[in-house]
């Protein structure tokens, strides 16, 4: 079993800036896919960004392209997103996920999941 918890959210004016930080109970090489959805309130969740452990391959959404950056720190067993350039509708609750396995979709099919961590962003 792998647990996973996110930390950095908060509230930030439009424009701003914040960086999530996922922990992972195991070493992040072992995990071949890390990822970051989001969930805005009354809303069905949806793919933010994901990564190969390697970074062989980087896939973001569209709706986050160009401000949005995914990276893993092996070292610290952390996935991290960092988000510039945020926008109201960003607001969401982020959850980061992982699997063990790795496949041709980045964009879903994870086993484990966070509980997530609250972003908010002002007008």
């Known amino acids: 079993q792998v647990t996973l918890v996110e930390s950095g959210g908060g509230l930030v004016q439009t424009g701003g800036s914040l960086r999530l930080s996922c922990a992972t109970s195991?070493?992040?090489?072992?995990?071949?896919?890390l990822a970051w959805f989001r969930q805005a309130s009354g809303k069905e969740r949806e793919f933010v960004a994901a990564?190969?452990?390697?970074?062989?391959?980087?896939d973001y959404s569209n709706s986050v392209k160009g401000r949005f950056t995914i990276s893993r720190d092996n070292a610290k067993n952390t996935a991290d997103l960092q988000m510039n350039s945020l926008k109201p509708e960003d607001t969401a609750v982020y959850y980061c996920?992982?699997?063990?396995?790795?496949?041709?979709?980045?964009?879903?099919?994870?086993?484990?999941w966070g509980r997530g961590t609250q972003v908010t962003v002002s007008s």
């Open positions: 195991e070493q992040t090489f072992t995990l071949q896919r």
């Open positions: 996920a992982a699997d063990r396995y790795s496949t041709n979709s980045l964009s879903g099919g994870y086993a484990y």
């Open positions: 990564m190969y452990w390697d970074g062989s391959r980087i």
